[in-house]
């Protein structure tokens, strides 16, 4: 597949690849991932006989410039990258379904409100901090301002290492990945973590009444009840959403039951 790319507002090169041919669909990495290391690559192949699937690097991973300026507050990061997936469905047509998973489900739903075309969206195990009412928490502050530290310093495998583990990866998942090429595509991009705190810190449960998008929540099943309580959390605040769990492991559902439940959603409900 060719690498094309579409230019954000604020001058950022976004590449991304299409697969397959009919209505888009964009799907939103996680934190940490990008196309040489997506959650979607499984998916996307199940998807591509009934959508037009495009997966993107978001800023500063993969073949997509890094951030541009120096406003790097939550609501200036939330911005550019909602502008980043704008331009995105922009050159594939304008309006577009969206799936988004963890952190990235989180910009997802950020892009629905403010004002993004998404025809229909869904969520696999959005985190969000249930104490979070209006604002970030103290406990969100904290966790950003030592991840910037640790980027500041220069020190990638720190950075990975204690943001995998602050965000509850178990520590025998963490120790299994440390020996794999996927710690090391993770570490190049590390420096771009601490855009996801910003994000997590710019998502309240009173942001998530304002979701006007028809909304799916996914989870799976083998996750801890600690996601499986985000997302049913999630799926309590945004008006006239859906919540299904799905069969799976921790933090991940099998592609084959993941795009069975995004076809239905998207083209039957």
């Known amino acids: 597949m060719d690498t094309r790319t579409a230019r954000s507002k604020d001058g950022t090169s976004i590449a991304y690849t299409v697969t397959g041919e009919g209505p888009v669909l964009v799907l939103v990495d996680a934190a940490g991932h990008f196309r040489r290391l997506s959650s979607f690559d499984g998916l996307s ?29 939550p609501d200036a990061v ?65 966790f ?5 530290r640790l ?44 855009y996801d705190s910003l994000i997590s810190e710019a998502t309240s449960l009173k942001m998530l009444a304002s ?15 600690d996601l499986t309580g985000m997302a049913a959390t999630v799926a309590r605040h945004i008006p006239g959403s859906s919540h299904l769990s799905l069969p799976g492991e921790w933090h991940g559902v099998a592609d084959e039951h993941l795009a069975a439940a995004l076809k239905t959603f998207f083209l039957h409900s």
């Open 45 to 73: 192949t199940q998807l591509a006989d009934r959508f037009r699937v495009v997966q993107y690097d978001r800023r500063g991973r993969g073949a997509s410039t890094d951030f541009s300026g120096t406003d790097r507050t």
């Open 78 to 142: 939330v911005q550019r990258e909602v502008d980043d997936l704008a331009a995105v469905a922009a050159a594939n047509g304008g309006s577009a379904y969206v799936h988004g998973f963890s952190s990235g489900a989180l910009l997802a739903l950020h892009a629905s409100v403010r004002g993004l075309a998404i025809a229909r969206m869904t969520v696999l195990e959005p985190p969000i901090d249930s104490s979070a009412q209006r604002g970030p928490s103290d406990t969100q502050r904290a």
């Open 144 to 148: 950003t301002h030592e991840l910037t």
């Open 151 to 194: 980027v500041d310093s220069g020190d990638r495998e720190a950075t990975l290492g204690f943001y995998l583990t602050a965000i509850g990866v178990p520590d025998d998942v963490v120790d299994r990945m440390r020996s794999t090429d996927s710690w090391s595509l993770m570490r190049s991009v590390s420096h771009t973590l601490v």
């Open 211 to 225: 979701v006007t998008t028809p909304t799916l929540v996914l989870d799976s099943a083998g996750s801890t009840d």
